[in-house]
């Protein structure tokens, strides 16, 4: 078993950036497809970006692409978020997982973090 731990969230002015990292732990020669997902009050979990641990392309969501980008360091075992140009509609808790297939499936992820919040408000 892996684990994964979150950090760098908080609160930022709307069009400020952040990064996430997310530190693995545990069973390291498990970590096959990487994500974060965000979850936003009353919303379901959703999909924001991945890589793959072993490397390859990138995949992002719409709504997030030429503003976030997914990156790891594998030599440390662990993968970054960072996140330009924010907007209230990025406010949410992100997650980061780790899946057996690429690109993740939020129904085949094996391992999740526990979170950290983001806030994008004025």
């Known amino acids: 078993q892996v684990q994964l731990a979150e950090s760098g969230g908080g609160l930022v002015q709307p069009g400020g950036s952040l990064r996430l990292s997310c530190a693995a732990s545990?069973?390291?020669?498990?970590?096959?497809?990487l994500a974060w997902f965000r979850q936003a009050p009353g919303k379901e979990r959703e999909f924001v970006a991945a890589?793959?641990?072993?490397?390859?392309?990138?995949a992002y969501a719409d709504s997030v692409k030429g503003r976030f980008t997914i990156s790891r360091d594998n030599a440390k075992a662990i993968l970054y978020l960072q996140m330009n140009s924010l907007k209230p509609e990025d406010t949410a808790v992100y997650y980061c997982?780790?899946?057996?297939?690429?690109?993740?499936?939020?129904?085949?992820?094996?391992?999740w973090g526990q979170g950290t919040q983001v806030t994008v408000s004025s």
């Open positions: 545990g069973r390291i020669s498990s970590l096959h497809a």
């Open positions: 890589i793959p641990w072993s490397g390859g392309s990138t």
């Open positions: 997982a780790n899946g057996p297939q690429y690109p993740p499936r939020l129904r085949d992820i094996t391992s």
